[in-house]
Structure formats: C-alpha cells, structure tokens
C-alpha cells in the first residue's frame, strides 16, 4: 500500500473504534485538537506507563514530577520564549492561506525526494536491482530529482542560519519556484516571525490582570523546581528529572493528524550533570532512547537519527529520532545537550542561586543538563502507522477474506485478552465471567458475546487484543479453553487455571525493558 492510501486509512480506523475523535466535532471540530477515545486513552495511559516504568522505575537516580502548566510569566521571558520561540510564516495573498515558510521548503524536499524513490524503483526493476543495493542508492541519490532534493536541503539549511533568514527563507522559496498547493500561485507575502505560546489573563480584575502562557515544553517546570527536589532526594550528580504532561503550542501549520497538535502531550526527562560531561550523556541518552522505541516494537527500519543544523538558542548539541510515518520521515523524539542555559537565565532573571553543591570536591557550580523529549501523540501515531495491517486469511467458510489488524506490541494494546463463550447459554458464560474475574486484577479484560466467533476474532485484530478465550462445550468436561494469538492466529487448548499464566509469561515487563 502507498502513503496516499494508508494514511487516511489509519485516521478512519482509529475514529472507526473509538481511538481519536475530532475534538468539539459536533461543533464541527477545532483545528489540530483532538480527544482520545475509549480506546485510544488505554493505548496512551500504556505508552506512559511503559516510559515511566523506563526512565523512573528502572533508574535510581530519576525521580518524577508533575509541575503546573501555568507558570510565572517570568519563566518564559528567562528562557528565552518570549523573544525566541517564533516560526517563519508566510501568507500566500491569493488563497490566504498561510504556511511555515521552513515546512512549505520540506515539503517540496519530500516531494522531489519521493520522485527520486519512484525513479529508482522503476530503474531498479529494469536493472533488477534490490531495493537499498548499492547501484539502487547511489541512483537515488545521483538522479535527477535525488540531486534537486539534495540541493534544496542544503538551500533550506543556509537561509535557516542565515542572519536574515525570514528573507533568506522567502527567496528560497521564490528561486524553488514553490506554489501555494491551494491557489497554485506563487503571490507570496514577507516572511514575518510568529511567536507559538497561547496567552492568557491571570485574574479577575480588569487592570489588574496578569498576561501569562500556556507551556509549550514541560522542562521550565522541572528547572524551576531542580533545587527542591534534589534538597528533598539528597540526589547527586548526575540525576534526572522525569514529567509527563500537556504543553501547547500555536502551531501555523497543524495538519497530519495528531503529528502536530496546539494541544498535546510531551514526556520529557532532564538529566542534571557534571559541565564537560555533556558529550557522554548525551550519547548515552540517544542509545536509550532508540532502544526503548524499538523495545516496544517500532520498526527498526523505519527509525533513524538526524543531527540538527540549527541549534536552538538554549543548545549545543541537538539530534532527533526519526520515524518514517505513512506521510514521510519526521521528528519523534529530540534529545538535547541544553547546557547551563535554562538554569542560568533562571538564577539571573529570579535572582536566586541555582547552584548545586558538590560534597567530593566541596564546589558549587551550576549543572549542565542533556534533555530527552519525546511527544506522546507522536509516539502513539509512531505504533498506530507502525501496527496497522490489513491481509488476506482463510476464514470460516474456506474462502479468503481480509483482516485489518494493529499489531501492537501486547503491552501497549488497549485490552490484552478477550473471553468468548462460544454461545450465549447453556452455563458458558458464566464460565467466561470466572475467568474474567480472575484476570481482571491484573489486566483490561473484555467480554464478547456477540456474532459468531470469527467475526469476533477480526473485531478484536482490529483493535490490536493479542489474546482471545474461547469457552466451548468441552471446556466444561475438561476445564480447557482455547487461546489464540493475534498475529501468527495460532490456536492452543489449555486448562482455564494456566490461562493467567500463559498471559502473564507474554506480557512480562522484564522481558521489555531487558
Ligand atoms: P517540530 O520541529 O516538529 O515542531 P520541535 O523540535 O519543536 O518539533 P521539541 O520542542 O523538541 O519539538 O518537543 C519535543 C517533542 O514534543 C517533539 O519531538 C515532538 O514529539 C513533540 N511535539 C512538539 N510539538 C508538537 C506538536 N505541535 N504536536 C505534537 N507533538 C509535538
């Protein structure tokens, strides 16, 4: 299936079983906010959990916290929001649409770039290459449309470090000849900065008033806070603090479904270290990190890690985890190496001391701090593009029929088993209901009654439950059941007291996070 056909797919399916609504729909929806349904929150509660249970649970020196999502409008004048957290914007003045001027150049990059594989392809299947043989990459850097694409990044990348770069980036994209996709013309305004935090009032009286921001990143609540809980853990160098929670963000362009949301979630964890340190842990980071996406099952393929060109005003070292998603390669995760930058805007601009003590050499200095910070949207869209399967299987009658299936990695399915009985009488549900109630403790169960058991096996593929329990006649002679699995759909028959068992062995933490 090609990226056209899949991505609107997986939008449909996760809307179809109660994964992702629109948010306000009946209203006709609110751009680029989106509610989780029934089973979208179990998938999302998941994903934390498996990353709490990483970066806390698994490390002796991270530590949680939950800050406030309103802050001190100081806060983001000292970390440089306030002046520095703009994107490019550029409107086109026939449809009036506006766009970031640094994504209108990606998008054409991706285009050429998607040409270029579509050359290659066709080539590779005259020559009869292997697809990523060494004569297949090398045409599909050197083509025609490979070069194009390799030029334009590099433009894009000198007009973005440029000194002027909101002009630098609008002559990119006059020389590239880029159109508006709505208008199709090229009648485009100045390139203007446009700051992404939402404002707010503090406070009933007017005149009184006190404009503040929504967060847009989680990490100014954990630096604020840094001394207080190293005080209160009697934590040493190098330690880390870890949060989940929601930041917001104005975002121009807010299209690919939940990918970039104004309203999402970030699970961030900074790491306060030694100056000079910053390039191990760093590079420690990143491996954690990739191995904890892969560990969960993303496609190994699908991932890499791009190194920043620009870094950020509070940055020295700056790399992303890429996921190809069905509408290209993007960001994941950015894991930054941030300095003393945060801490040391926030002790100038409060005033208070920032430093941390070392007990060994008896100094006291600030901390340098490399940073991991993943969306919890993008992770959850990363599994979703990742699981979603639809192939030909034998059904009941013989014939082939299609499934749908998300291939979710058992842990991070909404519900890990489903309990049939094969007909709704003669004391088989009752059966179910017993082995429901013994395993509903430890997992989220479902009972399912209804259609014959098939249909009731591709219901639960489409919503990724690796494990069906079907009670049958015999079970109540034999105290068996039969449990299937999701993906090979291989059928054992086992006694209804080793079924917690059998769950248990597969859904095993340890054997994740190994
Ligand atoms: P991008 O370049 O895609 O705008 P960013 O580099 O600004 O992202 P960071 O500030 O590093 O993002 O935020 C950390 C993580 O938060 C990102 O890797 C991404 O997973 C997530 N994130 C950022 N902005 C959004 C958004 N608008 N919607 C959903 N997730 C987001």
């Known amino acids: 299936m090609n990226y056209d056909e899949i991505f609107p797919k997986i939008i449909s399916h996760a809307k179809e079983y109660g994964f992702i609504f629109q948010s306000s729909e009946i209203y006709d929806g609110l751009s680029a906010v989106y509610d989780y349904g029934q089973l ?3 998938l999302k509660n998941n994903i934390k959990m498996a990353w709490w249970k990483a970066m806390v649970q698994m490390h002796e020196n991270i530590v949680g916290l939950d800050s406030a999502i309103l802050m001190h409008p100081t806060v983001w004048k000292a970390s440089g929001h306030v002046d520095a957290f703009n994107d490019p914007l550029i409107d086109n003045k026939d449809s009036k649409k506006r766009y970031r001027a640094d994504v209108l150049i990606e998008e054409q990059i991706d285009k050429y770039y998607q040409k270029a594989i579509k050359d290659a392809d066709k080539r590779a299947q005259k020559e009869g290459w292997e697809k990523g043989s060494e004569e297949y990459n090398s045409f599909l850097e050197k083509g025609r449309n490979g070069v194009k694409a390799q030029e334009l990044q ?3 990348e000198e007009a973005l470090n440029a000194e002027d770069s909101l002009t630098a980036l609008r002559d990119v994209i006059i020389e590239a000849d880029i159109v508006c996709p709505i208008s199709g013309s090229k009648n485009w305004s100045e390139v203007k900065q446009f700051n992404l935090m939402f404002k707010a009032q503090l406070g009933a009286t007017e005149g009184s008033a006190m404009d503040i921001y929504f967060r847009p990143e989680t990490a100014q609540g954990t630096y604020v806070n840094y001394l207080n809980v190293q005080k209160t853990s009697r934590m040493k160098l190098p330690f880390g603090i870890a949060q989940i929670g929601k930041a917001f963000r104005n975002e121009i362009v807010a299209r690919q479904f939940i990918f970039r949301m104004r309203e999402f979630e970030q699970m961030e964890m900074q790491f306060f270290i030694k100056p000079g ?3 191990e842990w760093f590079e420690y980071w990143k491996e954690q990190r990739r191995k ?8 190994p393929s699908k991932m890499r890690f791009h190194l920043h ?3 950020a005003h509070y940055a020295d070292a700056a790399e992303d985890i890429q996921f190809t998603f069905p509408f290209g390669t993007k960001e994941l995760e950015g894991i930054h190496s941030r300095t003393d930058f945060d801490l040391g805007r926030h002790q100038e601009f409060s005033g208070k001391k920032l430093q941390y003590f070392d007990p060994e050499t008896q100094e006291s200095f600030v901390p340098y701090v490399v940073e991991t910070a993943v969306g919890l949207d993008r992770t959850f869209l990363a599994h979703l593009s990742n699981a979603y399967d639809e192939e030909e299987v034998p059904s009941a009658k013989g ?6 299936v998300l291939r979710l990695h058992p842990v991070l399915a909404p519900y890990k088993v489903a ?4 007909v709704r009488k003669d004391g088989l549900p009752e059966i179910a209901r017993e082995i429901i109630d013994d395993l509903k403790f430890e997992y989220n169960v479902m009972y399912d009654e209804k259609d014959a058991v098939g249909r009731r096996y591709r219901r639960h593929d489409a919503i990724g439950t690796p494990y069906c329990v079907t009670v049958d006649y015999e079970t109540k002679d034999d105290n068996m059941v039969t449990i299937r699995e999701r993906d090979s759909m291989h059928q054992d028959r086992i006694p209804i007291k080793k079924v917690n068992d059998y769950i248990r062995d597969r859904l095993d933490w340890r054997n994740v996070l190994k």
């Open 277 to 279: 340190t910053q390039g």
């Open 40 to 42: 979208g929150v179990e």
């Open 399 to 404: 014939t082939m029929e299609e499934r749908k």
């Open 419 to 422: 309990v049939f009985p094969l």
């Open 292 to 299: 904890w996406h892969q560990a969960l099952g993303l496609d």
């Open 309 to 311: 060109e620009k870094l």
């Open 154 to 156: 590099t433009r894009l």
